[in-house]
């Protein structure tokens, strides 16, 4: 008798208890997936150098496959600056640019169109850029479906219908916010990175385009190392691009391109004479002095002799005038008095771009290199 006076729960409202039980759980474990998944993709993120190592050599290995640049194709990382477009005034044998035009970026046209070897370059140089992409992309997916869900339940509870379920609803929603925010950020610095590495790549193209012309002793071993070189019969100069200065290409240098007024540049091939030609070869250092604003070489100097040393190059060919004259802006913006002061670019071995330094000092410079050989540290990779 008493048991039937007990309120016994109808079958509907369990259903329905068990269905919202259900419901909690499944969000919970939604929740909890996109954060591991989350934190999973951020140390990835963190260990992709060192992932990316294994496989840069067979990523690399696409690149040499494009026609006619297994000789030129070098992995080259430089400053993150676009050159400009300026007409070029640079005199001398030009025909190293036309090797490359058809393969690398112009970014005088537009600096968000890059070649198919700029890309592909960029993929070997982070491999799972697009698996990042994928990734970020079906979780950030995955979030805007799930807000969308909470969204139209809040959306429902407030005009009076599963109005058990509105504290749930906007739990969901706020981790379903913080996912997708996260998330976007993540695509979003990706992305950033892409285009940065893209840009430095686009600009270690312009860099190894542009030429220079030499003592023949010094450089002959480069021109004929590589295709874009030439050596002028009878004289006793060479032309060269930069690119062929690179280690394992005849002649393993490092370029320090020396940009300022004219009598900055003077005073810099002063120093480089005093320092003797005997102490830039052994530290593999040469020397290309640039002239602003002309952004030309450094020919009317009362002292000639300043321009025939050993290892003294000077621009013979390519866009050295747009290249250098964004680089002085740039510097203009840090602000450098590019020509009282001078800044120089230095060119490690590998093509890339080691450091840019205000002002000019090559006896720190050769100092730095003594230093490092003296401690028994290695020289060939600076």
Sequence with gaps: MLSHLIKRPSSSSSCHHHQKQQHGRCQK??????????????????????????????????????????????????????????????????????????????????????????????????PFRKVRFLGFGALLVGALTSLAVSTARIAAALAGVNTDLMEESVTNAVIDTAGVIVLGFLLKRDGDAQESRLKRAAKGAEFAKLAVRGSSSLLEG????????????????????????????????????????????????KEAKALGDDALSVNDLVIVPVVLPQCTAPLGLDDVTLIEQENVLLPAGGNWRSIIADEAEDARKQGVDVEKEGFCIVLKKNGRVGQRTRGIFLDRMCGEVTERREAGMDVKNI
Excluded at 226 to 245: F, I, M, N, P
């Design 29 to 126: 474990k939604n929740a909890l997936f996109l954060t591991i998944v989350t934190i999973c993709m951020l140390l990835f993120c963190k260990n992709d150098v060192t992932v990316e190592a294994f496989i840069a050599t067979n990523a690399q290995q696409r690149i040499n496959n494009i026609n006619g640049l297994t000789l030129q194709r070098r992995r080259t990382e430089t400053g993150y600056y676009v050159p400009f477009s300026s007409p070029e005034i640079m005199s001398g044998n030009s025909n190293f640019h036309d090797s490359y035009s058809k393969l690398f970026m112009s970014s005088n046209k537009n600096e968000n169109e890059y070649s198919v070897e700029i890309r592909l370059r960029e993929e070997a140089e982070s």
């Design 222 to 269: 480069a021109a004929a190392g590589t295709s874009s070189g030439s050596v002028s019969a009878g004289k006793s100069t060479t032309s060269v691009a930069l690119s062929a200065l690179r280690r394992g290409r005849g002649v393993d240098k490092r370029v320090v391109i020396a940009a300022g007024g004219k009598d900055k540049i003077s005073d810099v091939l």
